[in-house]
């Protein structure tokens, strides 16, 4: 049987869909189309994923051969279904803040997405086959987008006028985060072992890096590239900027912990989210790599795992947790702008710059 949730979601996509009008003659039609437009972009992998999962669920046997067919075949008619999806809905969408906002509701349906894999005999987790194929497709589909709206994709190299020892500067700004783990300041100068978590390595890790992919994916590639094509004049000042309101983006993402933590507990997670949002802002922009600061994320995410549930922002907060995040967020922001200021770093900032728009 249908679930009546379903049905309703099914409904609200297709009301949308016919209110969506091609072109629009003021700014209260403006707003109101994109609103429709970004119900569209939420709704209909979703839907169209639920559909197919209840048709093909009478074919699921009990064998895992059988389970695997259909899931195939499922996923080959979805990926069909998809395209005209990004070419009617998700390629004509204009204008720097529809695109983040696109880009954002996309890549938090895939997550429901993958919660059909129960549908399939699989249990929802990340370990699952059908779950890391969503990640897999759902950026590449968010990398074929950017590159329709005339963005290049990230690049596997790094700028020629790159200085490696600014960027190691950085890099070991960034890694200062590790000592949050320590738990004091005696520990931390004293005896102070990094500990990766032993307990279902492999789905932790698959937890980890797909945080790392969609956060950094989210806010240093889908944020942050759209934010430097703002039509400010200095490219000093453009860069200044983009990196400050990706950053802050990328604090306040967090301050959706708050109804699992205390205030203060949230408002400090969103002030360290800030400072290292700006060190990897301008890692990626001064390497033109997003994948350096992906790996950094995991590496800081992994270390940070055992004390993720049970830590500084999900239970007392200590006066070394209080203090220790203070001191390295204004120790990251000396770093950061003291690598803006410099004309080095200036020189491998501009080659992204210059390499951004795809024409």
């Not at 000093?236 to 309101?245: C, D, E, P, S």
Request: some cysteine.
């Amino acid at each position: 049987m249908t679930p009546r949730k379903e049905i309703i979601i099914a409904g609200i996509l297709c009301f949308s869909a016919l209110l969506l009008q091609e072109r629009v003659s003021n700014r209260f039609a403006l707003v109101t189309n994109n609103f429709l437009r970004l119900i569209l972009v939420a709704l209909f992998p979703f839907t169209v994923m639920t559909a197919i999962s209840i048709l093909a669920h009478p074919l699921i046997g009990t064998h895992s051969f059988q389970k695997w067919l259909v899931l195939i075949i499922s996923f080959v008619v979805f990926i069909g279904a998809i395209i005209p999806y990004i070419q009617k809905v998700l390629r004509p969408t204009a204008g720097i803040t529809m695109r983040i906002l696109t880009s954002y509701v996309l890549i938090s349906s895939f997550t429901f997405i993958a919660i059909t894999s129960k549908t399939f005999g699989f249990p929802f987790s990340y370990t699952v086959p059908l779950v890391p194929f969503a990640i897999i497709l759902i950026f590449g589909i968010l990398m074929y987008v950017m590159k329709l709206w005339g963005y290049r994709l990230p690049r596997w190299g790094i700028n020629s006028k790159v200085n490696y020892w600014w960027l190691f500067l950085a890099i070991i700004t960034a890694l200062l985060n590790w000592g949050l783990t320590a738990g004091s300041w005696s520990r931390l100068f004293g005896h102070f072992d990094l500990a990766v978590p032993q307990t279902a390595i492999v789905g932790i890790v698959l937890t980890i890096v797909w945080t790392g992919l969609k956060e950094e994916f989210m806010f240093r590639y889908l944020t942050l590239w759209p934010l430097l094509m703002m039509k400010i004049k200095s490219d000093k000042t453009r860069v200044l900027v983009a990196i400050l309101i990706s950053s802050t983006i990328f604090g306040l993402y967090h301050a959706s912990n708050v109804g699992h933590q205390s205030v203060l507990e949230t408002c400090l997670q969103i002030f360290a989210a800030f400072g290292v949002g700006m060190v990897f802002s301008v890692i990626t922009l001064y390497t033109g790599n997003i994948w350096i600061v992906v790996a950094l994320h995991s590496m800081i995410d992994l270390i940070g795992y055992p004390i993720t549930n049970s830590g500084p922002f999900s239970g007392s907060v200590s006066a070394y947790e209080i203090e220790f995040i203070i001191i390295t967020r204004i120790i990251e922001l000396v770093v950061v702008f003291l690598m803006l200021g410099n004309h080095r770093v200036q020189a491998g900032i501009k080659q992204t710059l210059a390499n951004i728009r795809a024409n």
